[in-house]
């Protein structure tokens, strides 16, 4: 009776003192807020048009690189070309893609469709706005638990309020969660803010679904999560990762329903299997299989944990920037803001969970995802609803208090103030971001969708491969989605090399049969496909000879007979079959390019990289120079033959200069083992050792030694890039053939 007084006078009382729209204006107010801390950094970016525009500050750039997967797959949505198997991936054999495009590429193609404007500009916007939006499932999901929650200060006629209160809060401080704000931001995009809200979405009707007793209600809230649960899905495309986060508050649920009555359960079941079958329609049979799933499981967990070295290869995970390590001091700050608000969020959450009982086993997907951040940055996101149902619980708590609402509104709005005082900075250091790669680089890539024939391949650092296919629309050997371990040792062992003719033979085997083809040679050439350090070994030697000096070897050393030698060859030497186009960079510089490409398959250990960078190359009077390094300042003496930093100095073997008139270079002492190269006119040089100097990346980037027939510079602008043709060798039945 007296919720029915309650709502009766709600409806009598003017608009603007009735909940719904109080709640309504200040979920907007957050909204807004929230909007403004996405998009602020516009203002940076049109200040700076140099660094986040390209193509004459025509086109913006994304922050990330994997965003421009999901933009290639609009654009070619726009032109009516999907296909599942895309063909300009992992060549040769290309990599298959779900029959259905993902739900941001479908989003971003109608969007740009609809207002007439580029990709790129629906791209850059569609991320704060998509941020914004989390407001509203963060808000259901605090009311819900507000709703639930049992204090025995609480009185009954104050709940609905204080469930409110809660929902905004909740709301507040999950979009201004400095990690998910920065992943939101003007620019970023990718998958991040959707997937939160998806994984908010599922615990949400998981949570009514297991609380409400009347049948046919509860099949509408299983429909909510089942609408949930294909369209994250559709959304993010992760099957595990998708099933952790929105099936595990279902099966919490499904076992709560189970505890009363099996015939609840049995009619769940039913519906349950209908969602399986739209699941299938997405992903295909083998990958929903139990044994799929938990492959695919366990396969991320192991990538997570950097625990994913793949047979003889090392792992790939600590070379990638969202698998770093997270301290404990970063993992409070990026997500709450700093130790206070994380202490206080810690004590709402164990607050709440007394209060609400088993309902807070709902929460245990994102606690479990959350958790994963500690070895994977990217899962922080993650953490956003949790901060924000912790700060949530601590304003609920508030409200229910028997004070006068002015007190009781006051220490709500003081205490969001003093949280927000930490968390707003930290969200906002993320303002200064810029795209990971430089707009000449964007450049070059558009220049190479002019000047490369349509079947051509780029030989570059994996983490070029979404944008190169985006904008230079041509093959790429690996990318940001696909580059396991022994594509990162094949991608990189050409790089190390100083035998330009085995660099391009090399290239040309991995660019013609892929990675199926070097587990062939381990076949051929070692006991069996996983005997790698034989198997390498040999085909090495054998590429290191040529078509001619293998031959000879072939015969000398194998007695291998002409009808199978002639096969041999032609397997070994398939020549350009594509086009074939080499890109260095500043990002492969800074990568472990020596490691992984000298990976010892018996030792299992990578060599230590001795390849440090050296910027802001000036010269400070005759035969010396001053630079900045990762390690300090140095100091490179031409007369002397060393550099020196603050911590000591080091005898150097050679000294080479690239500039307007060429090359130019100095040896010093054959016992050292260090050598300094530099691009004088882009003051950039580096201090590498023996090895390293001698390496083919080395050759064609600070020296631009091109002289051999493999190697033909095509454009340089350095340091930012340098792009090169490739001719390996051919086998004379090759020839025949493509003649």
């Known amino acids: 009776m007296n919720h029915m007084n309650e709502n009766l006078q709600m409806t009598l009382s003017p608009w603007w003192k009735q909940r719904g729209w109080r709640v309504a204006v200040g979920l907007l107010f957050i909204m807004l807020v929230s909007l403004y801390l996405r998009g602020d950094s516009l203002t940076h970016w049109l200040d ?50 779900s029959t259905i495009a993902p739900l941001a590429s479908v989003l971003t193609a109608s969007l740009a469709n609809l207002f007439a404007v580029p990709l790129e500009w629906v791209a850059i916007i569609l991320a704060p706005v998509l941020g914004t939006l989390l407001a509203v499932p963060a808000f259901l999901l605090g009311r819900a638990f507000g709703l639930r929650a049992m204090t025995p200060w609480l009185e009954e006629s104050r709940r609905y309020d204080a469930a409110a209160v809660m929902g905004l809060v909740t709301a507040l401080f999950t979009v201004l969660s400095p990690y998910m704000l920065s992943r939101s931001m003007l620019g970023w995009y990718e998958t991040d803010p ?146 206070i608000p994380f202490t206080l969020a810690i004590g709402g959450l164990l607050g709440l969970a007394v209060t609400t009982g088993y309902r807070v086993l ?59 005082w930490w968390t707003v900075p930290v969200a906002e250091s993320f303002d200064s971001q810029v795209p990971r790669r430089k707009p000449a680089l964007f450049d070059a890539m558009l220049a190479l969708r002019q000047q490369t024939q349509e079947d051509a391949v780029i030989w ?8 190169l296919v985006y904008y230079a629309n041509r093959g790429t050997i690996a990318d940001g ?23 391009a033979n090399w290239m040309g085997f991995v660019a013609a049969h892929g990675l199926p083809g070097l587990i062939e040679a381990n076949a051929l050439f070692g006991k069996n496909e996983q005997d790698w350090s034989a198997g390498m070994a040999r085909l090495q030697a054998l590429l290191a000879k040529g078509v001619n000096g293998a031959r000879d070897l072939l015969l000398s050393e194998d007695g291998i007979e002409k009808n199978v030698l002639e096969k041999r060859l032609a397997f070994l030497f398939p020549g350009a079959r594509r086009p074939l186009y ?29 390849y440090l960078i050296l ?45 307007p008139s060429g090359l130019k270079g100095r040896n010093f ?71």
């Open 48 to 97: 700076n048009k140099n660094r986040f525009f390209f193509q004459s500050q025509q086109i913006p750039l994304l922050l990330g690189v994997d965003g421009y997967y999901y933009l290639d797959i609009a654009r070619e949505l726009q032109q009516g070309n999907y296909q599942p198997l895309d063909l300009r991936r992992g060549v040769p054999q290309g990599l298959e893609r």
């Open 194 to 339: 959707l997937n939160v809200s998806f994984a908010i979405m599922a615990a949400f009707f998981a949570l009514y679904y297991g609380d409400v007793r009347h049948k046919g209600t509860r099949s509408l809230w299983f429909a909510g999560w089942a609408v949930t649960l294909l369209l994250f899905y559709w959304w993010w495309q992760a099957a595990v990762a998708v099933l952790v986060l929105a099936a595990g508050p279902m099966l919490i649920a499904f076992f709560i329903m189970g505890w009363r009555t099996r015939e609840a359960l049995l009619g769940s079941l039913f519906m349950l299997g209908c969602v399986v079958i739209a699941l299938i329609f997405f992903q295909g049979v083998d990958a929903l299989t139990p044994t799929g799933l938990v492959q695919q499981f366990f396969s991320l967990l192991n990538f997570i944990t950097g625990d994913d070295a793949q047979g003889s290869f090392r792992s790939v995970s600590a070379d990638v920037s969202e698998q770093l390590t997270v301290s404990v001091e970063r993992f409070m700050e990026n997500t709450t803001g700093g130790l």
């Open 362 to 420: 709902y929460l245990t997907a994102l606690f479990f995802v959350t958790a994963l951040s500690v070895t994977g940055v990217r899962f922080m996101i993650f953490a956003a609803p949790l901060f924000g149902l912790g700060i949530g619980f601590i304003a609920f708590s508030l409200w229910g208090m028997k004070l006068r609402l002015l007190w009781r509104a006051m220490a709500i709005i003081l205490i969001s103030l003093g949280i927000a």
């Open 460 to 467: 570059a650092s994996w983490g070029h491969g979404h944008p």
């Open 481 to 503: 989605g696909y580059h396991p371990a022994a594509l990162r040792y094949a991608l990189n062992f050409p790089l190390t090399v100083s035998d330009q003719r085995l660099a």
């Open 582 to 610: 080499l890109m260095l960079d500043e990002l492969l510089l800074t990568e472990d390019w020596f490691g992984f490409g000298q990976w010892d398959f018996k030792q299992q250990v990578s060599p230590h990289q001795e």
């Open 615 to 659: 910027h802001d190359v000036k010269p400070v009077r005759p035969a010396l120079l001053n630079a900045l390094s990762s390690i300090g300042k140095a100091q490179i003496d031409m007369g002397e033959g060393e550099v020196r930093f603050l911590h000591g100095k080091m005898a150097l073997r050679q000294i080479t200069l690239l500039g």
């Open 669 to 739: 002492s054959d016992n050292a083992e260090n050598s300094v190269h530099i691009v004088t006119d882009a003051s950039i040089g580096v201090l590498a050792g023996k090895s390293e100097s001698a390496s083919l990346l080395n050759q064609l980037f600070f020296e631009l030694n091109g002289k051999s027939p493999y190697f033909m510079l095509k454009q340089v602008l350095l340091p930012i890039y340098s792009i090169w043709q490739v001719t390996p060798e051919s086998s004379s039945f090759n020839v025949q053939k493509n003649t």
